[in-house]
């Protein structure tokens, strides 16, 4: 049931969800499944959080250790290119199997699979302003309807923060993390201040392992239109267009920063085609329908988005917006000037051309996604937390642990955006960006205990986890998050039916459930096919 809007009051249900990300998602239909009545709420007006803003190339380097919901919802994309273009097509090859998706079709079928729901109220366009907490467990949310300015509280036995920014978490009073832990803490050989040779997996002299607050930078994903009679051109450049902020990209293209990569994988955003021009500023990977999925390349030494996130996770909404339009204002930017600017080559803004914003796509945002990629913000300190030596191998420990409560695995390499702009000396990377440790990174077993607060009750934490920066920069991928969520709506279910709290759920009944839908909860399993 979608309610875009309430009248002052309060409304009680089983489980309250805050944040429309993939992961809040599937907490709500997981619990929902079981019977539970729940209130999805969203602050804007689309849900599914970066899956329906432009990340369409889904983030899995080791297909056989997905399952559950997140394996429920490509399979139904898969469904819907099969009977838009045909299996045999060239057309729906583009979509990997279901792996690789519009926006507008992840929206699609997130909606379809919801509706399918009764028990769960959508409330979009709804943004949280407090947590009522009584002796150490949540009871209540206080919301704003954004549409009306009218309040309302919201009631539960459960609640789920599914937030990138981990806003619930911290309303409720629960103890968090937010940058980066120093090298010295954990142990953690990439951890704290680092410079980092992507191309050789090499730690360099230069870096520090000092612990600070900065995080990863926050860009926007584009989903661009390769058919020219399906896009949208730039006619201006956006408000605020500064060239000089782009002009260092010139200097990385005489240094051979945009050429072909050492290692080459097809379906990581590379076109050769686009090797050695200035078009690498972008990572482009087709989608179906004459679309493209543009990541900002983080590579560049001009890359102009480090650090443009200060202040954004503490700071009110109205501070957060005027961050993101800053955002979308640099991203627009980037685009204009690779397309338009003298001082990029002919033949490089001929290429650039070839992409406009969909016509498509995000039409109630002037065809741009409508959400900022929150890469990550604040971290919950849990009853566990997953660190690199969880995530990683070595020689001495050539697999990674197995937990006892483990209800999810994770397996994309450890890959952090840069978190400072250029400093002097800078010849090689920019600082913080740990580029896809896959020599290091294996599939991982993840503990209920990451999403249990050390105190506060009545809360579960699918999507800021306990993890450190560096465990995060793997974790924090949207399949990795739907199985999470997946996990968190059945406990969020146990804890009612057996009148526990979400700390006592017994994680052998939990971890049962999931298996039975499908949850893949041992990698090694996985990797034999015995699952």
């Known amino acids: 049931m979608r309610a875009s809007g309430m009248e002052e009051?309060?409304?009680?249900y089983d489980v309250v969800v805050i944040g429309g990300t993939p992961g809040g998602i599937a907490t709500a239909i997981a619990a929902a499944r079981h019977g539970r009545t729940v209130a999805l709420v969203e602050r804007g007006a689309h849900l599914g959080g970066m899956s329906t803003s432009g990340l369409g190339k889904s983030d899995i380097e080791h297909r056989e250790v997905i399952g559950g919901l997140f394996l429920e919802f490509i399979g139904r994309i898969r469904e819907h290119y099969v009977e838009q273009l045909g299996e045999d097509s060239e057309a729906f090859a583009l979509c990997r199997e279901g792996y690789y998706f519009e926006p507008s079709v992840a929206e699609?079928?997130?909606?379809?699979?919801?509706?399918e729901l009764p028990g769960i109220t959508i409330l979009t366009q709804h943004q949280l302003q407090s947590a009522i907490v009584v002796d150490n467990r949540i009871t209540g949310v206080r919301l704003l309807n954004r549409a009306?300015?009218?309040?309302?509280?919201?009631?539960?036995?459960?609640?789920?923060?599914?937030?990138?920014?981990?806003?619930?978490?911290?309303?409720?009073?629960?103890?968090?993390?937010?940058?980066?832990?120093?090298?010295?803490?954990?142990?953690?050989?990439?951890?704290?201040?680092?410079?980092?040779?992507?191309?050789?997996?090499?730690?360099?002299?230069?870096s520090t392992g000092e612990a600070d607050d900065r995080l990863p930078a926050f860009t926007y994903r584009l989903c661009l239109a390769s058919d020219p009679s399906r896009g949208v051109p730039l006619t201006s450049p956006p408000p605020g267009y500064d060239r000089q902020l782009y002009l260092a990209y010139l200097s990385d293209l005489e240094e051979g920063r945009l050429s072909a990569p050492k290692v080459f994988k097809d379906g990581w955003g590379y076109y050769p085609e686009h090797f050695d021009t200035l078009v690498r500023a972008l990572s482009v990977t087709d989608l179906p329908n004459g679309k493209v999925d543009a990541n900002i390349n983080p590579r560049p030494l001009a890359f102009p988005f480090a650090e443009e996130n200060e202040e954004y996770i503490e700071a009110d909404w109205p501070r957060r917006d005027e961050i993101a339009l800053r955002h979308r204002h640099l991203t627009l930017g980037l685009l204009w000037f690779l397309q338009n600017d003298e001082a990029v080559p002919a033949e490089h803004r001929e290429i650039s051309r070839q992409y406009q914003l969909p016509v498509d796509e995000f039409t109630d945002n002037g065809h741009f996604p409508w959400q900022l990629y929150v890469r990550e913000g604040r971290r919950l300190v849990g009853e566990a937390t997953l660190t690199e030596h969880d995530v990683t191998v070595t020689e001495d420990s050539p697999t990674t642990p197995e937990f006892e409560d483990t209800i999810a695995v994770g397996e994309f390499p450890i890959?952090?955006?840069?978190?400072?702009?250029?400093?002097?000396?800078?010849?090689?990377?920019?600082?913080?960006?740990?580029?896809?440790?896959?020599?290091?990174?294996?599939?991982?077993?993840?503990?209920?205990?990451?999403?249990?607060?050390?105190?506060?009750?009545?809360?579960?934490?699918?999507?800021?986890?306990?993890a450190t920066h560096v465990a995060f920069s793997s974790l924090r991928m949207e399949p990795?998050?739907?199985?999470?969520?997946?996990?968190?709506?059945?406990?969020?279910?146990?804890?009612?039916?057996?009148?526990?709290?979400l700390r006592d759920v017994s994680t052998d009944q939990l971890r049962g459930i999931l298996e039975a839908e499908g949850q893949v909860l041992s990698y090694r399993e996985a990797a034999s096919g015995n699952v």
């Open 9 to 12: 009051g309060k409304l009680t």
């Open 148 to 206: 009306t300015a009218q309040e309302c509280e919201l009631a539960a036995n459960a609640f789920a923060d599914a937030t990138y920014e981990g806003d619930l978490l911290a309303a409720a009073g629960a103890r968090y993390r937010l940058g980066r832990e120093g090298q010295q803490e954990f142990g953690e050989p990439h951890a704290g201040e680092i410079y980092f040779d992507y191309q050789n997996g090499a730690i360099l002299p230069r």
């Open 108 to 115: 699609k079928v997130f909606l379809e699979i919801l509706d």
């Open 415 to 466: 890959d952090s955006f840069p978190v400072r702009k250029k400093q002097p000396g800078d010849s090689l990377v920019l600082e913080g960006y740990l580029g896809m440790l896959a020599h290091i990174t294996r599939p991982y077993q993840i503990p209920y205990r990451v999403m249990v607060p050390e105190k506060i009750e009545g809360l579960i934490v699918p999507v800021p986890v306990s």
């Open 480 to 501: 990795t998050w739907m199985a999470l969520g997946h996990a968190a709506g059945i406990a969020a279910h146990l804890s009612i039916e057996k009148g526990t709290n």
